[in-house]
């Protein structure tokens, strides 16, 4: 049982070039979403998802597209990287345990670099 | 807008000394997450804190939740260096979203 799987774990991008941040998880979670982490801010959320072909933004979406097509995948694209892009970006899926009580997994992350 | 504050941001302290990290936010929730993040690494649960008045315990560390006062702690007891990481409290909201508070990073020096 992997969890949550992250890749790449470290990333270098040019300004205006875009990629995309893979998320997969194992545990049949109907809840995903990406956070990013920069000094002194905690973690933000940047998009969400409670279902295949279902998304929406959360306090920083913009500059980052989502899309997710099966229960197991949610990658995060960057359309044209920026440096204020440059953070840490992790993913987490999360399942309702009982009613109120959400139990999140977080991948290992991802630490973008764009120059 | 939800709001999550934390306090200190930065805790230096003796091994076996007590102190306690103060995680205030802004409107009414009903869960409360503490995790814990060593350098370079992921978040780490530690626990989660469902009603008013929940106290949990592990270790040398104790989390309780204050609904009416929107207020969340984390004691520490007796301090060693292994617990020296950041802490991070976070309110779940609208389901299933976290905000998080910004960090506590702790330095446990002998």
């Known amino acids: 049982n992997a969890g949550v799987t992250q890749t790449p774990k470290f990333q270098v991008l040019k300004t205006g070039q875009s990629m995309t941040l893979q998320c997969a998880q194992d545990?049949?979670?109907?809840?995903m979403s990406w956070y990013r982490q920069d000094p002194g801010m905690g973690l933000r959320l940047i998009h969400y998802?409670?279902?295949?072909?279902?998304?929406d933004q959360g306090e920083v979406p913009n500059g980052y597209n989502v899309s997710r097509s099966t229960t197991e995948d949610f990658p995060l694209r960057l359309l044209s990287a920026a440096p204020s892009q440059t953070s840490v970006y992790f993913c987490?899926?999360?399942?309702?345990?009982?009613?109120?009580?959400?139990?999140?997994?977080f991948g290992s992350g991802t630490r973008l670099t764009v120059v | 807008e939800l709001k999550v504050e934390q306090n200190p941001l930065f805790l230096s302290m003796q091994e076996g000394k007590n102190y306690t990290i103060y995680c205030n936010y802004s409107?009414?929730?009903?869960?409360l997450y503490w995790y814990r993040q060593d350098p370079g690494k992921s978040l780490e649960s530690l626990f989660v804190?469902?009603?008013?008045?929940a106290v949990k315990q592990e270790g040398r560390l104790m989390a309780s939740l204050d609904t009416k006062a929107r207020l969340s702690t984390l004691h520490i007891t007796a301090a060693v260096h292994d617990l020296s990481a950041t802490y991070f409290c976070?309110?779940?909201?609208?389901?299933?979203?976290?905000?998080f508070g910004t960090g506590t990073r702790l330095q446990v020096f002998p």
């Open positions: 976070a309110v779940g909201y609208n389901t299933d979203k976290l905000i």
């Open positions: 545990m049949n979670h109907e809840y």
């Open positions: 409107t009414t929730s009903d869960r």
């Open positions: 987490a899926s999360s399942s309702l345990i009982r009613e109120g009580f959400y139990g999140y997994t």
């Open positions: 804190l469902l009603s008013n008045g």
């Open positions: 998802s409670v279902g295949a072909g279902i998304t």
